[in-house]
Nanobody, 129 residues
Framework: QASLVESGGGSVQSGGSLTLSCQASDDTFSFYCAGWFRQVPGKELEGIAA???????SYADSVKGRFTISKDNAKNTLYLQMNSLKPEDTAMYYC???????????????????????WGQGTQVTVSS
């Protein structure tokens, strides 16, 4: 069973950048689709970026052009590079993985939290204006 641990969160001013990392306990990201999600207290979990086993990606409109999801299979690590951060990006950020490999899957379901079954504990990102 995959274990995921996020890191890299913190506080940054509007317009700044952060890179989140998600370390897997095994070669999860070589065989599983993965995604980044975020949640603000009182609101639903929002899917923001996903990547499949071949590197095909999908992004929410709210982060498209500012955030980049990537992975390093040799390091068993998933990344989320976040640029041009805005106060509305403030949230708890989670990485997740699911054992599917279809190239069509990430575009159709990659941002749907209900499809994922492995989750990290989250890392807080706070953007001040």
């Amino acid at each position: 069973q995959a274990s995921l641990v996020e890191s890299g969160g913190g506080s940054v001013q509007s317009g700044g950048s952060l890179t989140l990392s998600c370390q897997a306990s095994d070669d999860t990201f070589s065989f599983y689709c993965a995604g980044w999600f975020r949640q603000v207290p009182g609101k639903e979990l929002e899917g923001i970026a996903a990547i499949d086993t071949d590197g095909l990606t999908s992004y929410a409109d709210s982060v498209k052009g500012r955030f980049t999801i990537s992975k390093d299979n040799a390091k068993n690590t998933l990344y989320l590079q976040m640029n041009s951060l805005k106060p509305e990006d403030t949230a708890m950020y989670y990485c997740a993985a699911v054992a599917v490999g279809s190239r069509a899957w990430v575009g159709n379901f990659g941002l749907d939290a209900s499809k994922y079954n492995y989750w990290g504990q989250g890392t807080q990102v706070t953007v001040s204006s």
